[in-house]
């Protein structure tokens, strides 16, 4: 399979429009960033001009759009923005805007992919991580009849059915298979909304930004006249009437199915608060914006869960790199202080060792006689002594060195290691040896379970 790289917009590209709900006039510029960057909104207008992460965990509100928050600094509507980004497959950006809104432009996110396109992305040398669903994930809301399904697949694709028990829109349906469908018959869908809500809206002073050229309104029911003379005075829009089709404007649709095509182009940009690509199947039935970011942050939480599991899986009747004998002729610890059993795993960057912990060992006397727990430093300690081994290959004669701990930092224990346990360690070079120093990353592991971990300083020195 060939790997992918991240990219990043080729150049700076910049936006001015108003605000849907705020009706500010919004400057609003998508700057190229650095690998591994991912995006993030700045508020320039700001004091310090804070960064907010795109991410799902951000999300602080999906009444009207999704918006994110750090701290007192917010960004909101910028679902159509993120799904041009996605569509785009532009994985780094820094995206600077003046006011705490998005601009709507034309209710789509047709400007945006299209400025894109134009501008350019520039490949970058990272490789871009995929996450793949490995476990259904379901998120519903079975009162409104609300559920999004994610299922393990070999690429990306999303299904979408709505139904508004409307008889202006029916039941729709959409679709996306690519990145291509996403710009091209994604994109230039354009937000909606029906003509009971507009009231409570504008009440509530909301939707500023509104108008006629940046938003479907549906009529369910024929209109007055006064009262679409009122509308009209409103939307500053003369010769108002409601079409036969049941739209207030006389904008002509871009697909029959705009509406299922929008709430896609919602779910494709609240889906990229994941973080990162997902391959997965999605089926979202009358999904929303807070059914979106809710799957987004269990995607999420999965992937935290999953990171969490070993790369390596103990198979006791395989031949070890080094068994206990081996060991010893590497290491000078002696029992009972020598703590690692055999060495499964070694290569230049990362050392697997197993420890089997036994009712035997000297330390459960007193710790603790009633409940027998081994001690979260001796767990440190037997992960550094595999660190020693990774660090101790690095050298020709490794019976000549040893390895002397500088440092030990991020220590975090999580479960109980007790008698009957087999601890693995995974220890990985967090950079290259430079000068004797080694700094490693350590996780300690009973079966699938992550027990404790931490980061390890430590200098080779000739005895």
């Given amino acids: 399979m060939i790997s992918e790289k991240q990219k990043t917009i080729a150049k700076p590209v910049s936006f001015r429009g108003k605000g849907l709900h705020t009706g500010l006039t919004v400057n609003l510029t998508v700057h190229p960033a650095p690998e591994d960057h991912g995006i993030k909104f700045r508020r320039i207008d700001l004091e310090g ?73 520039v490949e970058q040398s990272a490789e871009r991580i995929y996450y793949e669903i490995t476990d259904k994930i379901v998120f519903s809301v079975p009162e409104k009849g609300v559920e999004i399904t994610v299922y393990p697949d070999e690429t990306f694709s999303a299904n979408v059915n709505v139904d508004f028990d ?15 469908d996403i710009v091209n018959n994604i994109a230039p869908c354009r937000t909606f909304v029906f003509l009971h809500e507009l009231q409570p809206l504008i009440d509530h002073n909301l939707i500023k930004g509104g108008d006629l050229d940046n938003a479907i309104v549906i009529v369910e029911k024929t209109l007055p006249q006064e009262q679409i003379e009122k509308l009209s005075k409103i939307f500053n829009k003369e010769n108002l009437k409601v079409d036969k089709r049941g739209y207030l404007n006389n904008l002509e649709l871009r697909f029959e199915n705009e509406i299922a095509r929008h709430k896609m182009l919602d779910l494709i940009g609240d889906l990229a608060l994941v973080g990162r690509r997902i391959k997965g199947k999605v089926f979202a039935v009358r999904p929303g914006h807070y059914a979106n970011t809710e799957t987004a942050k269990l995607i999420r939480r999965q992937i935290r869960v999953n990171a969490e599991k070993p790369a390596f899986k103990y198979d006791p009747n395989a031949v070890p790199v080094y068994d206990i004998n081996q060991i010893k002729k590497l290491l000078p610890h002696r029992p009972p202080f020598l703590l690692v059993d055999k060495i499964i795993h070694l290569d230049e960057k990362r050392v697997v060792g197993i420890k089997n912990v ?13 409940e027998p727990v081994m001690p ?31 440092k030990i930092d991020g220590v975090r224990f999580k479960k109980k290691v007790v008698p009957g346990d087999t601890l693995m360690f995974v220890l990985t070079l967090l950079e290259p040896i430079r000068r ?18 931490a980061m390890l300083m430590a200098r080779i020195s000739k005895n």
Avoid: W
């Fill in 166 to 180: 409307s008889r202006v829109v029916g039941r729709q349906y959409a679709m996306v298979n690519s990145r291509e």
């Fill in 49 to 121: 001009e804070p960064e907010i992460e795109a991410l799902a965990e951000n999300v602080v509100d999906t009444s009207r759009g999704t918006t994110i928050a750090r701290k007192e600094a917010r960004v909101s509507t910028i679902e159509h923005l993120m799904a041009a980004l996605y569509g785009c497959d532009i994985d780094n950006a820094l995206i600077t805007v003046d006011a705490p809104e998005v601009p709507i432009l034309d209710g789509s996110a047709y400007e945006y992919v299209t400025a894109f396109s134009k501008t350019g992305v």
């Fill in 376 to 406: 979260g430093v001796l767990q440190v300690e037997a992960m550094a002594q595999c660190g020693g081994i990774l660090a101790l290959s690095s050298v020709p004669d490794p019976e000549n060195y040893s390895t002397y701990f500088l």
């Fill in 358 to 370: 036994s009712m035997n060992e000297p330390f459960f006397v007193g710790h603790f006689p009633g």
């Fill in 436 to 453: 004797g120093i080694v700094i490693m990353n350590g996780k300690a592991y009973v079966g699938d379970t992550l027990v404790s971990e």
